[in-house]
């Protein structure tokens, strides 16, 4: 795969990147449902073979069971190794419910913990998960990222779903090499003003939830919608229920529209959609099997104006 520079650091890093939120699993407020680890890895495998070279992943993903599952995968990887990235910040409790936490001591437990259920002696990138709740808990905390990276326990420091205003004020303390987004088709909102602006400053941006946490891929109807997992996250927001489905949904057809002519399925053009943008610098993948992995783990597709507007004008 081809690869570009990642914001101000040194990685070169493929367009797309293996997202690890759905291999934690079940037993915890945001799980996709069960998992089998073993197609976690294989997965995993499956995206290194065609040539990622880098895994998002979280704490919080499975209350450590992301992490610990792709310390087991690269453990197996014969393999050239890929890039880790995880974050920070959101703790949970012995029934995983989840807390935002931005005390710099807990972000330091949570950067032993993570190196231990990584085992490597160094994160590639250290992300801050969720913006806090109060904006003056972000400069002791980025202050903390500051000097987990100055002790070399992280190479490389970013943020993820912070708003213009709480980068600048992490700026003032140590540059920022990254913010991680949402942003899709369904969901635009970093468009105007904060992906631009990561442009200027050179903040790389690695995207997630490029096709809707599935919602896109053109593999979920109303049936499969209504079949659901109970503990599956999904079941429970607005994309996936009306009003908003049937608009989405319409969506997916034209995506497949769009993708008959690339022989591409509608992820792989929902994907291609969002690498458009020339803010954009990666996008982060899911997928809970090698045969997903197969579908979406290559260099993006590169679509015409015209396709991106008639894929735009749905849902306007």
């Not at 890895?41 to 880098?54: P, T």
């Not at 890039?83 to 419910?97: A, E, I, P, Q």
Request: proline fraction near 5%.
């Amino acid at each position: 795969m081809k690869t570009v520079r990642f914001g101000n650091s040194d990685m070169e890093i493929t367009r797309v990147g293996f997202g690890a939120w759905a291999i934690g699993g079940n037993g915890w407020a945001f799980g996709w449902g069960s998992q089998d680890d073993k197609k976690s890895i294989e997965a995993i495998h499956k995206s290194l073979e065609l040539g990622v070279n880098w895994i998002d992943t979280a704490a919080v993903y499975g209350c450590g069971h992301s992490e610990e599952v792709v310390a087991e995968a690269l453990r197996q990887w014969d393999g050239a190794r890929p890039y880790v990235f995880t974050k920070c910040s959101l703790t949970w409790d012995d029934k995983g419910n989840t807390f935002k936490n931005h005390d710099p001591q807990s972000i330091r437990r949570e950067c032993e913990n993570s190196l231990r259920r990584l085992k490597v002696d160094v994160i590639d990138l250290y992300q801050i998960h969720q913006p806090p709740v109060e904006e003056k808990d972000v400069e002791p905390a980025w202050e903390m990222m500051t000097k987990l990276k100055e002790e070399g326990k992280v190479r490389w420091i970013g943020v993820s779903n912070f708003s213009k205003t709480l980068l600048q004020m992490a700026e003032k303390i140590a540059p920022i090499t990254s913010l991680q987004p949402p942003y899709n088709l369904i969901n635009r909102s970093y468009e105007p003003e904060i992906l631009p602006y990561c442009k200027e400053q050179n903040i790389g941006t690695i995207i997630y939830s490029p096709m809707v946490s599935g919602l896109l891929t053109g593999k979920m109807t109303r049936e499969r919608i209504a079949a659901l997992p109970e503990d599956d996250w999904r079941r429970k927001t607005p994309n996936f229920n009306e009003p908003k489905l049937t608009k989405n949904l319409e969506l997916v057809e034209k995506l497949k529209e769009v993708g008959a002519k690339y022989n591409a399925t509608p992820g792989e053009i929902a994907i291609a959609w969002t690498l458009r943008n020339l803010a954009v610098t990666a996008a982060i993948v899911g997928a809970r099997s090698k045969e997903q992995s197969e579908v979406v783990m290559h260099d993006p597709i590169t679509l015409t104006d015209e396709e991106a507007f008639a894929l735009e004008s749905v849902l306007k």
